[in-house]
């Protein structure tokens, strides 16, 4: 069973500062996902990613899949407090199913 | 389009009663997915249908958990009895294509067990 580090567990910011957050896995992944969920809402996808060394943008969110496809982050530029959230990274293996890490809690204070 | 949805929100219910999650996927998605969340554990599968088959069901915790798909749309989670370790939410998931991609997510039911 692959097993996903995410890192830190919980990170308070002040708006406009920048962060990384990370998920870490001894195994290799076929594709990996970052998802944000809100209290009392389900994960939302945020980004799939696919190749190793991909790197996506989305706005102010950067998302980078690591050359062996064992590791990604997520950076956020000039963070707001809209961005506060649960952030999840799921990895998909040959099959359909997702594997979760625990995710970091973010809060970003006005 | 109308997203996943899931009910009850919320259930509360005494150990060894009986409950029934339901999940409503988005129209035309062949591929619903159920996964359960523990306090303080990550999010996990529990089982995939396509259709009205059950493709997986190896997440399942043990027999006192029955999930069907009615046609091919709603689909239900009983728990019978119900276990104070079953307590957790319990995500419903649905996509148009198989594959970990593009999985839409409800809202999820908080199920309370005492």
């Known amino acids: 069973t692959q097993l996903l580090e995410q890192s830190p567990q919980f990170l308070s910011i002040q708006e406009g500062e920048n962060l990384t957050v990370y998920c870490n896995s001894s195994s290799v992944f076929s594709s990996l996902q970052w998802y944000r969920q809100e209290p009392g809402e389900g994960p939302v996808l945020l980004v799939t990613v696919v190749t190793g060394g991909e790197v996506k943008k989305l706005k102010r969110l950067t998302f980078q899949f690591g050359d062996a496809r064992k590791d990604s982050s997520l950076h956020i530029t000039a963070a707001q407090p809209g961005d506060t959230g649960l952030y999840l990274c799921a990895a998909g293996g040959s099959n359909y199913k997702l594997t979760f890490g625990k995710g970091t809690l973010l809060t970003v204070n006005p | 389009e109308a997203g996943v949805t899931q009910f009850p929100s919320h259930s509360v219910i005494e150990k060894g009663q009986t409950v029934t999650l339901r999940c409503d996927p988005i129209s035309g998605h062949d591929n619903l997915y159920w996964y359960r969340r523990v306090m303080g554990k990550e999010i996990k599968f529990l089982l995939h249908?396509?259709?009205?088959?059950?493709?997986?069901e190896s997440g399942m915790p043990n027999n006192r958990f029955l999930a069907e798909r009615t046609g091919g749309t709603y689909s239900t989670l009983k728990v019978q009895p119900a276990e104070l370790e079953d307590s957790g939410v319990y995500f419903c998931?649905?996509?148009?294509?198989?594959?970990?991609?593009?999985?839409?997510f409800g809202s999820g039911t908080r199920l309370t067990v005492v």
């Open positions: 998931a649905s996509s148009q294509v198989p594959g970990p991609y593009g999985y839409t």
């Open positions: 249908f396509v259709k009205e088959s059950k493709q997986d």
